[in-house]
């Protein structure tokens, strides 16, 4: 192979149709929409300066994303162990609703996605990207071995304690949000 890179397509190409999912891995990383930005056009900036060594007959998509998630180990964000919640959470906007739903169900529904959020967001981050890669980007585990540099048994086990303790954090928060609910419930009955 030359050193002019891959003849199969241009960078751009390639690499425009992955925008929104690295986006989108970017900002479960980093759980920030600006540097979740800055860290996408870093992952461009490198893979774009880097096509020329990009093997022909290699997965270009698992390349990007060994790249966006080297790129955020290495940052001052990946590198700092945090176990913070945020204090407001970002709203995506407002929920429109529909007209089956009721208040009821609308509530219910943004509070389970809460829920879920918060558990997620407890979780290391070498369990939260094996799942979002695994769940939401819908990669084989093979691509997330290239993706991540890691055996595929890995991936297996991985996932598989990934998942153990995402169910073990949402059952603790179920069970806390019924003691809560008991105890407020008890206290507004002895009011």
Avoid at 27 to 43: G, I, S, Y
Avoid at 129 to 134: A, N
């Amino acid at each position: 192979m030359s050193g002019v890179g891959p003849q199969s397509g241009s960078f751009e190409e390639l690499a425009m149709p992955l925008f929104d999912q690295l986006y989108n891995f970017a900002h479960w990383l980093t759980q920030n929409r600006e540097e979740a930005e800055d860290l996408v056009q870093e992952t461009y900036a490198k893979a774009l300066k880097g096509f020329s060594a990009f093997q022909l007959g290699t997965n270009f998509r698992a390349w990007m994303y060994r790249i966006l998630r080297n790129t955020f180990l290495t940052s001052r964000t990946g590198l700092k162990v945090t176990m913070t919640v945020p204090l407001d959470p970002e709203e995506d906007g407002p929920q429109l609703a529909v007209e089956y739903d009721t208040p009821e169900t609308i509530l219910f529904e943004r509070s389970n996605r809460e829920l879920l959020q918060s558990a997620i967001d407890e979780l290391p981050v070498y369990f939260r990207e094996i799942l979002l890669l695994c769940e939401v980007e819908e990669m084989s585990y093979q691509e997330i071995a290239e993706t991540l540099s890691i055996p595929i048994g890995t991936v297996m086990s991985r996932l598989s304690r990934a998942r153990k303790a995402l169910r073990d954090r949402l059952r603790r928060q179920v069970q806390e949000g019924s003691a809560a609910a008991a105890i407020a419930k008890g206290t507004n009955r002895a009011l």
